[in-house]
């Protein structure tokens, strides 16, 4: 019986060597996984493809939407909303901004409303607000604004530097600053009438 157990050692040592190469192998490249034989579902990110148009909104859309912010943040003191300033960035040649920014009192509190393509974003704000309130329906709008000041505005579109609009409404004003390379105008005009101003500073 002893000559037989370093036999019997050997194969069981043989044996244990042999299940734990194959608990450890490879599969053969040909063969697939057995994990990945559910097929997968992908939960990433989706680019959104905008045209060149679909970056500006125009005034009469931001105001269309005015309301949203007020009904998504209710005020328990039922306060007044007042449009004290509005601020449209990266004007078009149409007068259609890429964001339109409203400087917004509530009773105490004071916020900017930012509407873009993607819709509202609501920001506190801490800085001074302007006492005149600003009614829409009677402004001019700056798409109008643009139409009839177009010369004045637009100026040479032949321009080898790009310009950058940007529009200031405030006090009964629009101020529209145009910037070029390293130089810049600002234009006046009446935000009812659409006539042109003289600037006092």
């Not at 194959?22 to 559910?38: E, G, I, K, M, V």
């Amino acid at each position: 019986m002893r000559s037989y157990l370093p036999l019997i050692l050997t194969m069981i040592v043989l044996a244990s060597l042999v299940f734990c190469s194959a608990c450890t192998s490879q599969p053969a490249p040909n063969q697939t996984p057995q994990q990945n034989l559910s097929p997968k579902t992908d939960v990433g990110l989706v680019p959104l493809n905008m045209s060149k148009g679909s970056q500006f909104v125009s005034f009469e859309d931001a105001i269309d939407h005015f309301g949203e912010p007020d009904i998504n943040t209710p005020d328990s003191n039922n306060a007044a909303t007042r449009i004290l300033f509005i601020l449209g960035g990266n004007l078009d040649n149409a007068g259609n901004a890429q964001r339109w920014v409203f400087g917004i009192n509530k009773g105490v509190t004071n916020n900017l409303w930012v509407y873009d393509p993607s819709g509202w974003t609501v920001i506190p704000y801490s800085g001074t607000l302007p006492h005149e309130e600003i009614v829409p329906s009677s402004l001019m709008s700056p798409g109008r604004l643009f139409t009839i000041n177009h010369d004045a505005i637009l100026g040479d579109q032949l321009s080898a530097a790009p310009e950058k609009r940007d529009l200031d409404l405030r006090n009964g004003t629009y101020r529209i600053t145009i910037t070029s390379g390293s130089t810049s105008r600002t234009l006046i005009f009446n935000a009812t009438s659409g006539e042109a101003v003289e600037a006092n500073d």
